[in-house]
T-cell receptor, first 113, second 111 residues
Framework: NAGVTQTPKFRILKIGQSMTLQCTQD?????MYWYRQDPGMGLKLIYY???????DKGEVPNGYNVSRSTTEDFPLRLELAAPSQTSVYFC????????????FGPGTRLTVL | GESVGLHLPTLSVQEGDNSIINCAYS??????FIWYKQESGKGPQFIID?????DKRQGQRVTVLLNKTVKHLSLQIAATQPGDSAVYFC??????????FGGGTRLMVKP
């Protein structure tokens, strides 16, 4: 069981560029989440999904898009990168909703210059 | 809006001592709480959870205490070890599918 995997580990983008952060889990979890963590801060929820084909906004969704075509994958898309999106991005999954442990991936460190 | 917060941003303890990390929450409707540990360069890792119908829950060397009267959560680590050095987050559930995370406390263990 690899758990939650994320790619890439690091990325530098120029302002206005776009990219997709990949997230895959092999635990057959229904729920998946994307968080961002700014330096010295806690985690803020960007988007989440309760199952394939269903996504919903979290606390800070602006500038991001997600899709959930399969149970395993939950990619996060940045369309027009801005310096304010410089952060570490974590994907997580859980068997059911907010009353269960969330398993986190190792994170993607993104810098927008 | 309502949020989870922590009293101390940094806690320094001597190896072998007990550590207590505190967390205040403001939403009285929150009914599930989790503590996570995050080591440098890694994702958060689950430590222990507690539901609001409990006051105390124990794990291996860790205990979580919940005081609903004053909306306070604490994580106690017994016999703190160098490997316990990390940032600790509390999180609460009050909206069904989402957890709200606090800002984190850095635990530093002195040898």
């Amino acid at each position: 069981n690899a758990g939650v995997t994320q790619t890439p580990k690091f990325r530098i983008l120029k302002i206005g560029q776009s990219m997709t952060l990949q997230c895959t889990q092999d635990m057959n979890h229904n729920y998946m989440y994307w968080y961002r963590q700014d330096p010295g801060m806690g985690l803020k929820l960007i988007y989440y999904s309760v199952g394939a084909g269903i996504t919903d906004k979290g606390e800070v969704p602006n500038g991001y898009n997600v899709s959930r075509s399969t149970t395993e994958d939950f990619p996060l898309r940045l369309e027009l990168a801005a310096p304010s999106q410089t952060s570490v991005y974590f994907c997580a999954s859980s068997y059911s909703g907010g009353y269960n442990e969330q398993f986190f991936g190792p994170g993607t460190r993104l810098t927008v210059l | 809006g309502e949020s989870v917060g922590l009293h101390l941003p940094t806690l320094s303890v001597q190896e072998g001592d007990n550590s207590i990390i505190n967390c205040a929450y403001s939403n009285s409707a929150s009914d599930y709480f989790i503590w996570y540990k995050q080591e440098s360069g890694k994702g958060p890792q689950f430590i222990i959870d507690i539901r609001s119908n409990m006051d105390k829950r124990q794990g291996q060397r860790v205990t979580v205490l919940l005081n609903k009267t004053v909306k306070h959560l604490s994580l106690q680590i017994a016999a703190t070890q160098p490997g316990d050095s990390a940032v600790y987050f509390c999180a609460e559930n009050n909206a069904g599918n989402m957890l709200t995370f606090g800002g984190g406390t850095r635990l530093m263990v002195k040898p």
